[in-house]
């Protein structure tokens, strides 16, 4: 048997696009059945009340507004008839528990919400009778509300603003938000004053349209990047690599210079100095030159270092250049492939407000329960129904990368699909459809799976950032350190998997084989191409990092000149931070289907070259642009053999000479 119960072969045989086979069944299973527990639990919020609770809204009585409600035991003023109350009041709307992110006033169901400011109780009194919407609590009669002695903690407190229903969730919202400037504030932690405040927010209100503008720009270049960075790879890979070079050999020769500086010119004004000094400057003196001497030596190794990389690896960094310009083609064979960031955003994004509403729903779930400390009804669930919750954000982790992992499986199959069609006149209408189907059809398990092993590294990592987070200045320095270094190395596992997990997918397209068989034949294959490996990830990443970098300072820099007819220019702050911020994002999402093209080109390369060597019957699938790298490789070994063929022959004729000699001399 092999990996995690598949059949061992002893050798791999690499059918690329053929014995199509279900793979990973079991696994396909258990996400389904988890998808059916998460979809149970938005069932059980909607069949208990807790939707209609979050929808309808519902006062500090447990009554939901707009319904004919059953008493709960215990609970004074439960249980009545609020059909014709469809709207909740909150009685100091500006109440807000900042900590625990909810409103701390009192609710109550009311028929209509205050269209006026109501200034005293004679107010309250006139638009409950007028309007028959009382604002004071159930049981205070609306034509006594002026002389009630309750009326300070049962009524709303004045002024009572101007109010409308929130679409929707029919609750009445102020409509002079100023009474939240507060809780602005503290969001808003970095901004001391109100004043600016409001004047950064009244600069995005002004250039919505410029930020609109600026963000579809910013859509367009990482398109048109995408596109043409096959011809700039060239120039931008050996740019960077003589400045790394250069950079590290100034940086040495500096250090050098500083350290030999010190000895010649620092020894006789410090010897003088030294005198007149205590014991502890003369040790802090004569460190300082010892530091300078250990920083050039380390400096001169990472050069040498750098240097041998950069001349053992040259002929990587050729490789790196060719699989990025046939990365640009397959963009211009599958333009669909642009698509995949929109695909991928819009099913994250509708997951996403699923998981919230579920969430929210959760939240109004359950039994009702007094709070001891404002008397209010509150629903919570109890028991072991606490752990619905649980259960919902472990869904929100495993379905978020299943659908990562589908758009990697996507890209692969596609991609795959283009590399191994010899013809590429005769690619699918559709490459991408195709690979979507075949997905579907086969392949669901191994996403699944695979995505599955990313959710029990990440929930760990975050279950740790969170203890981290709420133990900050509490804890010691061990336990921080501890904290820290669980956290790094649980992120660089989760990497160091997302890269296996996306070689797994993209060797599953090719031979339709289970998630643990392809990640090790993956595994296998990337562990023979190591350097290159090596050599693609650092280049290519770095190459693809200034792309994300050309996007957001070009965007940023278009935003200048379209903002440059404002002259207050704190009003630039944020909506440049918007643009950038939002230039970068659409920049990674566009460039990391780049990066995962590259990715698969390149097992697609290692497989074609290790299985295939171009003779009749083992031709090569490869591109021109790859194949010109083949062909320059070998040239470069046949030159090599020949030369080390000469020097041995010359080394032989030199010894056979050597017994010639005598005799020569002696004759």
Known sequence: MGCCGSAERTKREWRPLEDRSCT??????????????MGSICGFTIV???????VFGYDSYGNTCGRRNERIEGVQLSGLDHTDRKFVFFLD??????????????????????????????????????????????ELAAHKYPALPERFSKCPKLPVPRSKPLPLFNRCTP???????????????????????????????????????????????????????????????????????????????????????????????????????????????????????????????????????????????ALTIALFHVAG??????????????????ALLLFWIYWI???????????????????????????????????????????????????????????????????????PVTPILSSVLRLVRYHLGTVAKGSFIITLVKIPRLVLMYIHNQLKGRENVCARCLL????????????????????????????????????RDAFVILVENALRVATINAVGDFVLFLGKILIMTCTAFAGVLLLNYQRDYAEWLLPLIIVSLFSFLVAHCFLSIFEIVVDVLFLCFAIDTKYNDGTPGKEFFMDKALMEFVESSRRLERAGVRGRSRVKAATSEGAEMKPMAPGTSSA
């Open 48 to 54: 208990t009340g807790g939707a209609a609770r979050l």
């Open 357 to 427: 509403l579920v969430l929210l729903f959760l939240g109004t779930t359950g039994n009702p329960e007094q709070n001891e400390e404002t008397g209010l009804t509150e629903f919570r669930l109890t028991g072991s129904l606490q752990y619905l919750t649980w259960y919902h954000a472990v869904g929100l982790v495993w379905i978020s990368e299943f659908i990562l992992a589908c758009q990697q499986m996507t890209v692969a199959g596609a991609v795959v699909t283009y590399y191994f069609t010899r013809d590429k006149n005769r690619l």
């Open 93 to 138: 709307p500006c109440n807000i528990d900042i900590v625990q992110r909810k409103i701390k006033s009192m609710a109550l169901c009311v028929s209509l919400c205050p269209t006026e400011e109501l200034k005293t109780y004679q107010d309250l009194k006139r638009f409950a009778m007028m309007n028959g919407s009382e604002l004071c609590s159930y």
């Open 24 to 37: 990973d069944l079991p696994w396909f299973l258990l996400f389904t059945v988890f998808c059916v527990g």
């Open 484 to 519: 820290k270094s669980c956290i790094c190395c649980l992120w660089c596992l989760e990497k160091c998997l997302n890269y296996l997990n996306q070689n797994a997918y993209a060797a599953t397209a090719i031979n339709s084989t289970s998630f643990c068989t392809s990640a």
């Open 329 to 346: 083609k397959v963009f211009i064979h599958l333009p669909l492939l642009t698509l995949q960031p929109f695909v991928t955003f819009l």
């Open 175 to 317: 409509v002079d938000v100023s009474c939240y400037t507060k809780f602005a504030e503290a969001v808003v932690t970095f901004v001391g004053d109100s004043s600016v405040l409001h004047r950064l927010i009244a600069g995005v209100a002004a250039s919505k349209e410029i930020i609109i503008g600026l963000c579809v720009l910013a859509l367009a270049l990482s398109m048109i990047l995408m596109v043409i960075i096959r011809y700039i790879s060239a120039v931008l890979v050996w740019i960077l690599t003589s400045l790394v070079v250069l950079g590290s050999l100034a940086g040495t020769s500096v250090l050098w210079w500083l350290y030999i500086d010190y000895r010649l010119y620092g020894n006789d004004t410090s010897s003088k100095v030294l005198k007149d000094l205590k014991e502890e400057a003369k040790e802090e003196a004569r460190d300082s030159g010892q530091a300078l001497l250990v920083y050039a030596a380390s400096a001169t190794v990472f050069t040498i270092i750098l240097l041998l990389l950069m001349l053992f690896m040259r002929k990587r960094v």
